[in-house]
């Protein structure tokens, strides 16, 4: 149905920009051109439209995760991608920066309760690539991951300052490319993948 879309994706919006707690449910009806009431038929209240945001957000980013291949081409094509996703989707990082801002150990969330799916994929992918003998860890999976998702965001956010002097825009086509190799060379090298012969960034 178009306006429950229409909802979700306001919502995506509104939440990311300004956080759960800002984001009144005027300000999604208004984004969307609908009353607030509407909102009522589709969602029981803030809470339930926030979750179900969540699980159609990793669900987009499930969807491409890669089912055939070595573990090592699904996981690099599974970083590769995040790249692409993160750089298309800037609302995936403005809501993992709130989210990671008031996460709390043991608590758990709809954000992550939502994300448990994604990151099941690449659990399974690591312990396959280590039973297969394609990875020799030097670090935790949970590590590995934090690090690759972490890496990423702030890579958006930071080499505009981080490179004043270049005025590097990071979404541009040469620079994904690059955050692309750098982020296989890093990944590779915590993994214990063998170096390829065009591993340089």
Do not use: C
């Not at 984004?31 to 159609?56: C, N, P, Q, T, W």
């Not at 089912?67 to 991608?81: D, H, I, P, Q």
């Not at 965001?153 to 004043?164: D, E, G, K, N, V």
């Amino acid at each position: 149905m178009r306006t429950r879309s229409e909802i979700v994706a306001a919502a995506e919006r509104l939440f990311a920009e300004h956080g759960f707690e800002a984001t009144r449910l005027d300000d999604i009806a208004a984004e969307v051109g609908i009353r607030r009431a509407a909102i009522f038929y589709h969602f029981g209240d803030k809470h339930e439209l926030y979750s179900v945001m969540l699980d159609e957000l990793f669900r987009d980013l499930e969807a491409p995760l890669p089912t055939t291949g070595s573990t090592v081409e699904r996981l690099e094509a599974a970083l590769t991608g995040w790249i692409d996703l993160v750089n298309q989707r800037p609302s995936i990082a403005r809501l993992m920066l709130r989210e990671a801002a008031s996460a709390q150990p043991g608590k758990l969330t709809p954000f992550i309760e939502a994300g448990r799916g994604l990151g099941d994929w690449f659990r399974a992918v690591i312990a396959e690539g280590v039973a297969s003998g394609e990875f020799q860890l030097r670090i935790e999976p949970y590590r590995f991951l934090s690090l690759m998702a972490g890496t990423t965001i702030f890579h958006f956010a930071t080499m505009p300052w981080l490179a004043l002097d270049q005025l590097v825009d990071p979404r541009s086509s040469a620079e994904l490319g690059k955050h692309k190799r750098e982020i296989l060379l890093v990944a590779r090298g915590m993994l214990g993948i063998a170096a390829r012969p065009n591993d340089t960034a």
